[in-house]
């Protein structure tokens, strides 16, 4: 058995996303850049971003998983689809839906190194504390949350909530 619990709400959400596309095109105006999403989890958010920001923008995606089927993570990277895009000379957002341990934003940094990007930053809606091994730089942050299950928004469990709208807390009982 199971229950969800609010933690953030869409409209909460919603604010949040044009809040942070108003401060990376800003940041970003007079350039393209180039956001790649880490699927399966940023797909809704990603795409809220995406059609709220107002400099050229081009998106990829590289698929990543550090889970597998369990809620604790494994501490291993899996990847089973690469970035497409070309990326010397570009700028470049990893969007990523939540970062836990770290694991994943800390090695798909190093992966994108060596593309020749001329700068590497990080989008995350949300920065979750409690198990957070590996120190990652974030440069965008929607929400802080220290700790619980989080599902909804992208977000899922065993590939259960992930098109709810706003983003619950899952506790089992
Ligand atoms: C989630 C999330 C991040 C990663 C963060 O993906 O979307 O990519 O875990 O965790 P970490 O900081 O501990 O590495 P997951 O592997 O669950 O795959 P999914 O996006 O397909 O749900």
Not at 21 to 40: C, F, H, M, P
Not at 43 to 63: C, E, G, N
Not at 80 to 102: C, F, H, M, P
């Amino acid at each position: 058995m199971s229950k969800l619990e609010l933690v953030i709400s869409r409209q909460r959400i919603a604010a949040k996303v044009t809040h942070l596309a108003r401060r990376i095109s800003q940041d970003y105006a007079g350039q393209e850049l180039v956001l790649i999403g880490v699927l399966n989890g940023v797909f809704i958010f990603i795409s809220d971003l995406a059609r709220k920001l107002t400099i050229p923008t081009r998106v990829d995606f590289i698929r990543l998983a550090s889970y597998g089927s369990e809620s604790a993570s494994s501490g291993r990277i899996e990847m089973t689809k690469d970035v497409e895009t070309d990326l010397e000379g570009r700028a470049v957002l990893i969007v990523e839906d939540i970062v836990d341990s770290g694991l994943t934003l800390h090695w798909l940094k190093n992966h994108l190194a060596e593309r020749g990007a001329i700068s590497v930053k990080t989008c995350v809606l949300i920065n979750k504390l409690e198990r957070r091994t590996l120190p990652v730089e974030l440069d965008y942050v929607g929400f802080e949350v220290e700790k619980g299950f989080l599902v909804g928004y992208g977000l899922d469990y065993d590939g259960q909530h992930r098109c709810l709208p706003e983003v619950y807390h899952l506790v089992l009982t």
